[in-house]
Every structure is written in structure tokens, then in C-alpha cells.
């Protein structure tokens, strides 16, 4: 029998009952970004870039210009002060080009083909009005696509994901390495841009898959074999580490050496998001919660879906959404779980062999730790089951729903059912009035 936690029908804290289908790959969609607050697009590997309206469902516009699969997109408004602002988005294809899209008239805005390898991904950094590119170089280009700097061939491997750190700086995942950059802004004294490699972090034992920024003080990596470190932003030193997800010392009924599994796909950390307080990590099959304070984890479900998540996200109310390569969407709930008061040591047996005060000592520190420590718990909420094949990433949009994609080639718009039927309701209601149809009753 599967370990995974199960549902029933009834899922009575789960909002998405309704579904709208999207149609128009053909191939596997890996990338959703949101462009405002009702726009999206989504990319993958037919090399096609679809605009979507998040509220209806409509498509917009079909962006055609990459000849193979899409590798990397990111979205950006221009700020040029004599243009009205923009949307935009960027896509990089394994074709070895970049195209800017502008997203209010669906047109290429410009095409660079300059690329000696694939680029893997995209970075855009607001602040200094320029956007990145990560391939086996390292890019810096301005909003007209004018090539500011570069670094030099860096490795085979290349750049597999970017963040911006402070103090202008970006780090990079280059296999096990994680190298820091420093962006050098034209000033007085000098009149081009430049990038500087400041430090290279070795800590990890196999290759970097996932970064994420916590705040301007802190960033996270994760490795292929369950690694998770947490860095200081400022001066790039590893504040902590938890490399052993599957020690079940935060399950008091577990046996302490039980493991995940052998391979390091049940261990690899493909996702991580966070908030203040805690960092989110999809790690094989499972969700961790780690305390970025207490610098432990404090919840998890070694077994959240059948196969790995590849893709994790919290909602602001204490929630959760996991997605999987079973097909499954998942909502977890945070919960505190209820303490039993420790019970007392039982005299007798041991007390002749002198163990009872040392039991005594032990039961007191046990009792004081539950004082002081909350035990967590997630709770599966929701099950949203729609997709045929591997979901490989969502994007919520509030009230407005939550979008999915999928190597099923389709896209699914997750709804309110109770806000649509209100919503229909209203509809009719209005449209009763102006046509003189609804008369009230006194």
C-alpha cells in the first residue's frame, strides 16, 4: 500500500472546484510567469509562447519565433521615462537565441543570436535596469539588448540558475560551485560596465538545483543528494546546514535511522521557497518545513506524493501547494500539533541499578524542551487532480485561481467555485436590471 496521504471527495478547505482547460501546446509546458495581475504566459518544449488571461482563461497571443524548446523566461516592465511603461518578457531557447516580447501588442521587440551555448536562465535586476544571462558565460545586456559586459567561458556545464544577492551582487549555480559576482556600474572615474568573481563556495557535494532568496540578509541553495544550506547575503558565509531530511528526529514515533532511500533522486531538493521565518524545500517526494531560527526542520511528509516534487509555494494563509511528477497538485496546511504533558518516570527495576535520576534528569529536560518548542504538522487539505502527467509548476493568482502546467500539454486554470457561482450570479442579476426584467417587491 502507497504511504502517500489521501483525500476524500469531501475536501472541505479546498477552494478549487471548478477548472477551466487551456488548450494550445504541443508539448510539454515547463514555465509560467506572471506578467501583472491577470496576464501570465506560459513556454515549453513545442518553443512557443502562449499569453494567457488568468480571470477568463482567453488566450491572447501566440508568440512565435524560437525554433526548439524554450529553456528559461522571466518577466520585466521597461523604464524608459519617455515611454509609457511596459510589460515585457524575455525567452531563451535551446536554439541559442533570446527574444524580448512585448506583451501588450504580442510582438518580438528584438532577437539576440549571439550565444555560443543554450541559455539556461534568466535574471532580471530592476534596480540597475538591466537583465542576465546564464549559460556557459555569464551575460549582462540592457533593456535594448546592447551587451554590457560578460564574463569568460566559465565551465561546460555552465549556469544552471541565478540569484541577485545585495550590494549589486548575483550568485550562480555552476555544478557544485556556487560562484558570487559583483556588477561593476558605469560611474566617473569609469564609463562601461563590468563583472567581477568575488568568491567561490564549495560547500556543497553535488550539483546546486535550486536557489531562493529569504530576505536581504539570507539565501538558501539546495544539492542532487538533500543538502540545504543557508547563506549570509552580505558576506557569503554558511550560516547553516541540513543535509540529513531524512532523520526523523522531528517525528517523536519514527525510529531514528529510518532513511528516505538509497538513490539520491528521493533526496535531491528540486524546489525552494520561503518566507521570513521558514524555507520550504520539495526534497524527493516529500515537504520540509525548516526554521530558519531555530535552524531545524519542523514539519515534513517524507511522502507528500508518489513521485518527486518539482515544484513547492506558501500561500499567505499557513498554506502550502505542491506539485508532482505523479500528476498530482496538493494543498498542505501548517499546523501546531497538540502537546501531551511527559509522563513520569516509573520507579522500580531501574531505580536499584541507579538509572532513575538520570530518567528524572532526562524527563524534566524533555518536559521543558516541549514547553518551549512548538511541534508542527502538515495536514493535506486539498488534491487537485486534473492533469495526466507530470505538473511541472503552477502559478497563483489570488482570488482569480491557480494555474498549472503540465507535460500533458495542457494548462488548467484551478477557480473558486463558490466566488465563480457568485460571480455568474451577479452576471445574470445585472443584466436582469438593464433590460427592466427585475422588479422588486415591496
Known amino acids: 500500500k502507497s504511504s502517500v496521504q489521501t483525500i476524500g471527495e469531501e475536501q472541505i478547505q479546498n477552494p478549487y472546484t471548478e477548472l477551466l482547460v487551456l488548450k494550445g501546446h504541443q508539448d510539454i509546458v515547463r514555465f509560467l510567469v506572471q506578467i501583472d495581475d491577470c496576464r501570465f504566459a506560459s513556454a515549453g518544449d513545442d518553443g512557443i509562447i502562449f499569453l494567457w488571461n488568468a ?29 509609457e511603461k511596459k510589460n515585457l518578457i524575455l525567452t531563451a531557447s535551446a536554439d541559442r537565441t533570446v527574444i524580448v516580447w512585448d506583451c501588450t501588442s504580442g510582438r518580438q521587440v528584438q532577437k539576440v543570436s549571439c550565444f555560443h551555448s543554450t ?35 566559465l565551465t561546460d556545464a555552465g549556469i544552471s540558475a541565478l540569484i541577485e544577492l545585495p550590494k549589486n551582487c548575483v550568485a550562480a549555480a555552476v555544478g557544485k560551485e556556487l560562484i558570487i559576482f559583483r556588477l561593476i556600474a558605469p560611474n566617473d572615474e569609469s564609463e562601461a560596465w563590468n563583472i567581477l568573481e568575488v568568491k567561490r563556495l564549495v560547500d556543497h557535494q553535488d550539483n546546486i538545483l535550486s536557489l531562493v532568496n529569504v530576505n536581504d540578509l539570507t539565501f538558501v541553495t539546495g544539492s542532487h543528494v538533500g543538502e540545504l544550506i543557508v547563506w549570509d547575503a552580505l558576506d557569503w558565509t554558511k550560516q547553516a546546514s541540513e543535509c540529513n531530511f531524512w532523520d526523523s528526529s522531528v517525528h517523536s514515533d519514527a525510529q531514528p535511522e529510518i532513511k528516505l532511500s538509497q538513490s ?20 524527493g517526494k516529500g515537504i520540509y518545513v525548516y526554521h530558519l531560527q531555530m535552524k531545524r526542520v519542523i514539519a515534513c511528509q517524507r511522502t507528500a ?10 500561500l499567505p494563509n499557513r498554506q502550502l501547494i505542491s506539485c508532482s511528477e505523479d500528476g498530482s497538485v496538493r494543498i498542505w496546511e501548517l499546523k501546531e500539533k497538540q502537546q501531551l504533558p511527559a509522563e513520569p518516570v516509573p520507579t522500580g527495576f531501574f531505580n536499584m541499578w541507579g538509572f532513575g535520576r538520570a530518567n528524572k534528569q532526562a524527563n524534566q529536560a524533555a518536559k521543558k524542551m516541549q514547553e518551549t518548542t512548538a511541534v508542527y504538522f502538515l495536514e493535506l487539505v486539498g488534491d487537485l487532480i486534473g492533469h495526466s502527467s507530470a505538473v511541472q509548476m503552477f502559478l497563483s493568482f489570488g482570488e482569480l485561481g491557480l494555474a498549472t502546467c503540465s507535460a500533458d500539454h495542457l494548462i488548467i486554470l484551478w477557480k473558486d467555485g463558490e466566488r465563480e457561482s457568485r460571480l455568474r450570479s451577479l452576471t445574470v442579476f445585472q443584466k436582469l436590471a438593464q433590460n427592466g426584467d427585475l422588479q422588486l417587491k415591496v
Open 55 to 83: 480571470q477568463t482563461g482567453e488566450k491572447l497571443f501566440e508568440l512565435q519565433g524560437h525554433t526548439h524548446k524554450i529553456t528559461a523566461i522571466a518577466s520585466f516592465s521597461s523604464s524608459d521615462a519617455s515611454e
Open 119 to 153: 541559455v539556461k536562465c534568466l535574471t532580471v535586476l530592476q534596480r540597475l535596469d538591466v537583465w542576465l544571462s546564464g549559460g556557459s558565460d555569464l551575460c549582462v545586456w540592457n533593456q535594448k539588448l546592447d551587451l554590457l559586459c560578460k564574463t569568460s567561458h
Open 264 to 283: 539520491p533522486n528521493e533526496t535531491s531538493v528540486q524546489h525552494l521557497t520561503s518566507d521570513e521565518e521558514c524555507v520550504f524545500a520539495a526534497v
Open 305 to 314: 506524493h508518489d513521485s518527486s516534487v518539482l515544484h513547492i509555494e506558501k
